[in-house]
C-alpha cells in the first residue's frame, strides 16, 4: 500500500482522469478510478477510499443515485463534480449525503483545497465535538456552544448558535440551505429557506465586519453556506 | 333575367303610384269612364276631333303613370265607349260608316301606339338605372379596394361592400398555396365550415361555380364563385341569401354584377397575395442574412481562443524540453486563460439559446439580495486582475423570492460589462435602493459610456458597441436583462454622471417575506447560557 491516502475518482472520461493523475499523483495521493458506477460501487466495497471524486455525468447511472449508494457502504467524503448545467442536481447531490462540490473546469489548487477539506473532515469523525473550530479571530466551542472573539464572549440567540454549530461541524465544507432547516428547526420546515436568509443575516452583521463582503460565513448561490476556516 | 337579378341585387321601388297591377287596371278604367262623362256632357257628341283629343290624352296619361296593362284595358275601354256613344248609330256597337270605321280605327291604333312607346321608354330607362346602381356598386368596390393593402383587408371590404349592394351573406375563402387557411365575413375572420370547404375545393379544382344558381350542386344554401387571377384559383366567394328577409330569397341563377365583383375582387386578392409572398420572402432573406453574420461572428469569436490553445500547445507539445521554464509555464497560463474564455464564450452562447427557447428554469426561493451581491463580488474579487469593485448596500433589504444562481449572474455579467468599459484605475460601483414596491440595482460605472442612440440598442442579442469589438459576443446584456425579465423586473440603461454608463434594474418586492414569530431574535442570549 501506498503511504498517501486512497482517491477514488469516477470519472468516465480517460483523459480527463489523466489529468487528475498528474495533479493528484505529485501531491502524494494514491489513485484508484472507476468509469461507471457499477465499478465505482465495487471500488468503494473493495478498496474503502479515504475520498470520493464522483463525476455526476456518467454513462451508465445518475451521479445523484450513485450518493445513497456509495454511503451505504462508506463515509468518505464525496466530492460531485459537475458541470454548470446540472445546477439542481448538485443540490440534490448534496442533500443526498455528498459533501462537498466542484464546477467544471475548475483550477487545480481549487482541486486539492476541497480535498484537503475533506480528508480533515474525514479525520474529525469519531472524535468528540469538544473541538473548537477557529476562523480569523474567533473561536467557536462546539461542545459549550460558545462563541469568543479575541477575549470578549459574542451574545448569539440560540437560533445562531445552532445554524453556527451546524457550519462550524462541517467547517469549510459547503451546508445546503435545507440541511441547515432540517438541523436547526427540523424536517418539517423544508423548504423554508427564508427562516435560514434572516438568522444568516443577524448572523453575518454580527461577525463580520463587512457583512456585504464576508470573510467567514460565505454563501454560495443556489446552494447553501460555507464557514472559512482559511482564506 | 334582368329583372331576377336586380329583384335580388337591388330590389327596386317602383317608380309608380300604385304598385299591385289589378289596382292600376281599376284605376285606368276610372279615369276612362271619367273622361267618357267628360266626353259626354262637356264636349259633346258633335266635336268628334276634340272628343278623340280628350280621350288620346286620357290614354297617354294612363300609358305614362299607370304602366302597358292599364293603358291597353283603358284603349280597349275607350274604343268601346268611343264606339257606343259617339259613333252613329249610338248606343250600339256597330259602325255604320267608313268614315267612322277609319276613326275608330285610327284612335284605337294611336292609343296602342302611346302605351307601347311609354313602356319602351319606362324598361330604357329602368336599364338605365339598372346599368347605373351596378356601375355604382362596382365604383365603391373598386374605390373600396384600391387601397386595401393586405389580403384580410381585400376580404373584409369586398364582403361588406357586396352585402351593401344587397347580396345576402358573403363569405371570402382565402387560398393560399392550394389551400383554403382563412376565412373572412363582413364582420371580420370566421372559421372555415366543413360544407363551404367541400365545395370550395370543388369549385377551386374546376374553376366553375358551384351552389345555388349554378348548374352544379344546386341543392347547396349558397353559391361559390372562384376568384381567378392570373396563377389560378386564389380564393372562392360564397354567397348565402339571408333567411330571414323576404326580399333576398333563393336565386335561380347567378346575378352577373356578381361576377363582376368576383373579377374585382380576385384582382385585389391576388395583388394582396403577392405582395405579402414577396414581404414574407424580404422578412426571410433579412432573417437569413441576421443569421449567417452572427453565424459568422460567433464562429470568429469561438476560434480566436482555439486558435490560441491550438498554437500554445503545439509548443509544449514540440519544442516543450527545449523551452525555457518562463515561457513554458507562459504557454501553459495561455493556454489555461484561453480555455477558460472559451467556456465562457459557450456558456454565454447556452444560455441566451435557453433564454430565447423559454428553457430558463426559474427556482424561485426566498433570498436575501445582500448575500447574493456578496457572493457575486467574491466572485470577482477572486477574478478580476486589480480593478476596484465597490458595492454601497443598505443592511436592510426585505428577503425577495428570486433564483440567486440566476441574479448572482446577472450582477457578474453588469459588473463584468462595467469593468470592459472602464479603465483600470476607474471604479465600478454597485448600488441598492428600496423602492415602494420594489428594489432597484444599479452598477454605475465612469468608463466612456455610450452614445444616446446606444442606450436601447446595448441589450440587443449580438450588439457590441466599436469600442469593444473582439470583447466577447456582446450576449452578456441580453442575458442579463433575459434573466430579470423572468423574474418580472425591468432593466434599462442610462448615462452616469460625469461619463460613463448605469445599467439599473428592478426586482419586485412580492408578497410579504416570512416573518418569524420567534422570540429569539428579541432576546439575545448569551452562547452558551444553556450549558
Known sequence: MNAGPCILVVEDDKKMFRVYAASLESEGYTLCDASNGQAAIAEVRTRNPDLILLDLGLPDIDGLQLVPQIREHSTAPIIVVSAREQEQSKVKALDAGANDYLTKPFSVPELLARIRVGLRSRSRVGETLESTVTFGDFQFDLANRRLVRGDRQMHLSPTEVKLLTTLARHADEVVTTNALLKETWGSAYHSRSGYVRVYMHSLRHKIEDDPARPKYLVNESGLGYRLRTSS | ?531
Open chain 2, 1 to 531: 333575367m334582368i329583372a331576377k337579378l336586380t329583384s335580388y341585387l337591388a330590389p327596386e321601388n317602383q317608380s309608380r303610384f300604385i304598385s299591385r297591377t289589378g289596382l292600376r287596371i281599376v284605376v285606368g278604367l276610372g279615369i276612362m269612364l271619367l273622361t267618357l262623362l267628360f266626353n259626354l256632357y262637356v264636349v259633346g257628341r258633335e266635336d268628334l276631333a276634340n272628343v278623340t283629343m280628350v280621350y288620346l290624352i286620357a290614354i297617354a296619361g294612363v300609358s305614362i303613370y299607370l304602366g302597358y296593362r292599364p293603358a291597353i284595358a283603358a284603349t280597349v275601354m275607350c274604343a268601346l265607349t268611343f264606339d257606343y256613344f259617339f259613333l252613329a248609330p249610338y248606343h250600339s256597337l256597330r259602325i255604320a260608316t267608313g268614315r267612322a270605321l277609319l276613326t275608330f280605327i285610327g284612335m284605337f291604333a294611336i292609343a296602342v301606339f302611346t302605351s307601347l312607346l311609354h313602356e319602351r321608354l319606362r324598361l330604357d330607362a329602368r336599364k338605365a338605372r339598372q346599368n347605373e346602381s351596378r356601375m355604382e356598386a362596382l365604383y365603391a368596390l373598386a374605390k373600396a379596394l384600391v387601397d386595401a393593402n393586405s389580403s384580410e383587408e381585400v376580404c373584409l371590404r369586398s364582403a361588406t361592400q357586396i352585402e351593401q349592394a344587397g347580396a345576402g351573406n358573403v363569405c371570402i375563402l382565402v387560398r393560399e398555396k392550394e389551400t383554403f387557411r382563412r376565412a373572412y365575413s363582413a364582420r371580420g375572420q370566421v372559421a372555415l365550415e366543413t360544407e363551404d370547404l367541400a365545395l370550395a375545393n370543388w369549385v377551386a379544382t374546376r374553376l366553375e361555380a358551384a351552389g345555388m344558381g349554378t348548374e352544379n350542386a344546386t341543392a347547396a344554401t349558397a353559391c361559390y364563385i372562384p376568384l381567378l387571377a392570373s396563377r389560378g384559383c386564389v380564393g372562392v366567394l360564397s354567397l348565402r341569401p339571408r333567411t330571414q328577409s323576404a326580399e333576398a330569397t333563393a336565386f335561380t341563377e347567378v346575378p352577373s354584377i356578381l361576377l363582376s365583383m368576383a373579377r374585382q375582387v380576385a384582382l385585389a386578392l391576388d395583388r394582396a397575395l403577392l405582395a405579402q409572398e414577396k414581404q414574407g420572402a424580404l422578412i426571410e432573406a433579412e432573417t437569413e442574412r441576421i443569421r449567417s453574420a452572427v453565424l459568422s461572428s460567433v464562429s470568429h469569436d469561438l476560434r480566436a481562443p482555439l486558435a490560441v490553445i491550438g498554437s500554445a500547445s503545439s509548443t509544449l507539445v514540440e519544442h516543450g524540453l527545449r523551452l525555457p521554464d518562463a515561457a513554458r509555464s507562459e504557454m501553459a497560463k495561455i493556454i489555461f486563460d484561453e480555455a477558460r474564455r472559451l467556456n465562457e464564450l459557450l456558456r454565454s452562447l447556452l444560455d441566451v439559446t435557453r433564454l430565447q427557447s423559454g428553457g430558463l428554469i426559474v427556482s424561485r426561493e426566498w433570498e436575501s439580495l445582500e448575500e447574493i451581491v456578496g457572493s457575486a463580488l467574491r466572485h470577482i474579487e477572486e477574478h478580476a486582475s486589480g480593478q476596484i469593485l465597490r458595492a454601497h448596500i443598505p443592511s436592510a433589504i426585505p428577503l425577495l423570492q428570486l433564483d440567486a444562481v440566476l441574479i448572482e449572474q446577472v450582477i457578474l455579467n453588469l459588473a463584468d460589462n462595467a469593468f470592459k468599459h472602464s479603465r483600470s484605475e476607474q471604479a465600478v460601483e454597485i448600488d441598492l435602493a428600496i423602492h415602494d414596491r420594489e428594489i432597484i440595482v444599479y452598477v454605475i460605472d465612469h468608463g466612456h459610456g455610450v452614445r444616446e442612440d446606444e442606450l436601447a440598442s446595448i441589450f440587443d442579442k449580438f450588439y457590441r458597441s466599436e469600442s469593444t469589438a473582439g470583447m466577447g459576443l456582446g450576449l452578456g446584456l441580453t442575458i442579463a436583462r433575459g434573466i430579470v425579465e423572468a423574474h418580472g423586473g425591468r432593466m434599462w440603461a442610462s448615462h452616469t454622471a460625469g461619463g460613463g454608463l448605469t445599467i439599473q434594474f428592478s426586482l419586485p418586492i412580492g408578497e410579504a417575506p416570512p416573518q418569524l414569530a420567534s422570540t429569539d431574535l428579541l432576546e439575545p442570549i448569551a452562547a452558551g447560557g444553556r450549558g
